[in-house]
């Protein structure tokens, strides 16, 4: 799966309603009962971008084409997933495989839509969830820490690993996830995560899910999640995952009409993609042609050479420079030419740093 998101949450609280949403097609069943997602549902999602339609404005292309963002909607999760309840196992394994962590939290009280643990209380939901991530870090890595001291008894590199591993696991125990740990900028711990892959060390984002109401105004529920996150250093997003289904089918002005009625400025949904890009370490950079309008997707600090490898590897290995015009200069000139003619277009090398937003053309020999 690479560079995904993974929606995690109990039963029942609007994954698959929101995985819905975010793919614009029906294609994650949405029922009241637990477990009707029971393979993962993937897909592929375009990362809204407000400047693709402001250069094909000027560009006039033909198509206009926008990065993209894997998501998946990963079956929900029951007490005792750490220890095989429900279908826990292969839950957790799918988890594993993504990088971020979106957890959708039920934040609306409706007496039709079952709850499995009876009653709404996000601050429980959550415990759950990150109980059962931390309980199963704490298996993998008690085994680990067993295959550690025996190389500690005669590698000294294998003696710095288990130190750290024997005190992340006390860290664990106590309930805490790795991702708060405080020596997560030392070797052993990166050499460690890159041997165990801690469900908890991932970035984490809360999807407020929500009513109609709530959307407009924080409910307790809301609020408590919001308090929850701002402590723990994570993003909480609200939605109403039952009016982002509703928007599947509108087009861009009459989704935007929709979102002005309810008195909402922007999507929830657009908000999860744009910040789970911006998590997932990516960013965008644009070609501009009559052919296409393109995004595309690099990895934050990107040279010019590993930039230009998006678009062909052939452009990486022959890279001789990048003709490179900012955003804001293109926009504001109306276009290549005329930015050029006012000296806003610059010629960059193989040092050179991509910024979010340049536009970019390539010359290279192979």
């Known amino acids: 799966m690479g560079l995904a998101i993974g929606l995690v949450g109990l039963p029942n609280v609007g994954k698959s309603t929101t995985f819905n949403a975010l793919t614009k097609a029906q294609n994650a069943e949405a029922a009241n009962y637990p477990f009707c997602t029971i393979e993962p549902n993937k897909a592929i999602v375009p990362v809204p971008d407000k400047r693709l339609h402001a250069l094909a404005k000027i560009v006039k292309p033909e198509r206009i084409q926008h990065s993209t963002l894997d998501f998946v909607d990963i079956a929900g999760l029951v007490k005792g997933a750490s220890k095989g309840e429900g279908l826990g196992n292969k839950f ?35 415990e759950i969830i990150e109980g059962e991530l931390i309980l199963a870090d ?4 008690s085994n680990r ?5 025996k190389q500690a008894r005669t590698d000294k590199n294998a003696k710095a690993v288990l130190d750290i591993a024997e005190e992340l696991l006390e860290f664990l125990g106590d309930g805490n996830l790795a ?19 801690f469900l908890t060390a ?26 929850h996150a701002k402590k723990h250093n994570c993003e909480l997003i609200k939605l109403c995952a039952k009016i982002e289904e509703e928007l599947i089918g ?7 009409e929709f979102l002005t009625d309810l008195g909402v400025e922007e999507s929830g949904l657009e908000q999860i993609i744009q910040k789970g890009f911006h998590k997932l370490g990516l960013m965008s950079y644009f070609t501009a042609g009559v052919k296409e309008v393109r995004s595309w997707t690099i990895k934050q600090n990107s040279t010019a050479p590993r930039a230009a490898a998006a678009i062909h590897n052939d452009f990486e290995k022959g890279f001789i420079r990048a003709e490179v015009i900012a955003y804001n200069d293109f926009v504001e000139f109306g276009g290549e030419a005329k930015a050029k003619e006012a000296g806003k277009m610059r010629l960059e090398g193989k040092e050179y740093i991509v910024q979010d937003g340049d536009v970019m053309h390539f010359r290279f020999n192979v």
């Not at 962590?101 to 996000?122: A, K, M, W, Y």
């Not at 704490?138 to 890595?141: A, H, K, R, S």
């Open 92 to 126: 957790l394994s799918n988890i594993r495989e993504t990088e971020v962590i979106l957890q959708i939290v039920r934040c609306f009280h409706d007496d039709n839509i079952v709850h499995t643990e009876g009653s709404i209380d996000p601050l429980r939901d959550v």
């Open 138 to 141: 704490i298996e993998v890595l």
């Open 145 to 149: 820490i067993e295959r550690l001291k």
């Open 179 to 197: 991702r708060n740990y405080t020596k997560t900028d030392t070797e052993e711990y990166a050499q460690l995560v890159n041997e165990v892959r």
């Open 202 to 227: 991932k970035e984490i984002m809360y999807g407020a899910n929500t009513d109609e109401d709530g959307l407009l105004e924080d409910n307790e529920y809301v609020i408590a999640l919001r308090e």
């Open 250 to 256: 509108l087009d861009e002005e009459e989704a935007q």
